[in-house]
């Protein structure tokens, strides 16, 4: 019986270490400068359809400091590729070297899934996430939405939260989420670092949120 007691205050404390240096990994996340001395590794979640042309808009404000850029895709999108390949190729110059890389990863969630399959599937995702995630270490994950960008998040506040590296987590609201954050902004608000909306009204509804208006 003392055994288990003993497991049992093993494990709680465990959890409340983990909770603490969640928290901590979480509000110091704005102080952190990456790109001072150097380029920055963004890792750039890419979702099927409109938000793969959203995110290409956004990565077409970004300077050249960032690089290497490393994107990932669902395993079932079949359109997002050649859009980034496309995408980089134009901004290439003829004499020098890609640097992007494609990544496929299994989808969290499918449109119309059932929540008792999201589950199962956000786990299946997640096994290929983290090991992608602590392998490529990026300085940033860059994400507008797709589902895909959970597991990869989790990961990225992995790095910090044992202490291997700080992540910065951004995330960009869809411009079609006018009165309320999709399901995934809801899960990635409180964890992010910086989380941008394109809509005021949005804006005052989620006190930690970034106004700029419409950025893509």
């Known amino acids: 019986m003392v055994f288990v007691v003993e497991i049992i205050c093993a494990i709680l404390l465990v959890c409340l270490l983990f909770v603490i240096r969640l928290y901590v990994v979480v509000k110091t996340g704005p102080n952190c400068r990456h790109g001072t001395k150097g380029p920055v590794a963004v890792l750039v979640v890419a979702g099927s359809g409109g938000h793969t042309t959203e995110i290409l808009r956004l990565m077409e ?9 490393h994107y990932v895709i669902a395993d079932t ?49 997640l096994r290929y996430s983290i090991p992608l995630v602590f392998r490529l270490r990026p300085d940033v994950v860059l994400c507008n939405g797709p589902g895909t960008c959970v597991p990869l998040c989790v990961g990225g506040l992995l790095l910090g939260i044992l202490g291997m590296k700080k992540v910065l987590i951004v995330y960009v609201e869809s411009i079609c989420r006018v009165q309320t954050l999709s399901l995934t902004g809801k899960i990635l608000y409180p964890i992010s670092d910086y989380f941008f909306v394109q809509w005021s009204c949005l804006r005052d509804k989620y006190p930690k949120s970034i106004f700029f208006g419409r950025i893509v």
Do not use: G
Not at 61 to 69: I, M, N
Not at 88 to 102: A, G, L, T, V
């Open 61 to 69: 404000c970004l300077s050249a400091v960032y690089t290497p850029r």
């Open 77 to 125: 999108d079949m359109m997002s590729e050649e859009k980034i390949s496309t995408f980089e190729s134009s901004k290439r110059h003829s004499d020098s070297e890609p640097q992007f890389n494609i990544y496929r990863i299994p989808r969290s969630r499918e449109v119309h899934q059932s929540w008792s399959f999201s589950v199962i599937s956000t786990l299946n995702a």
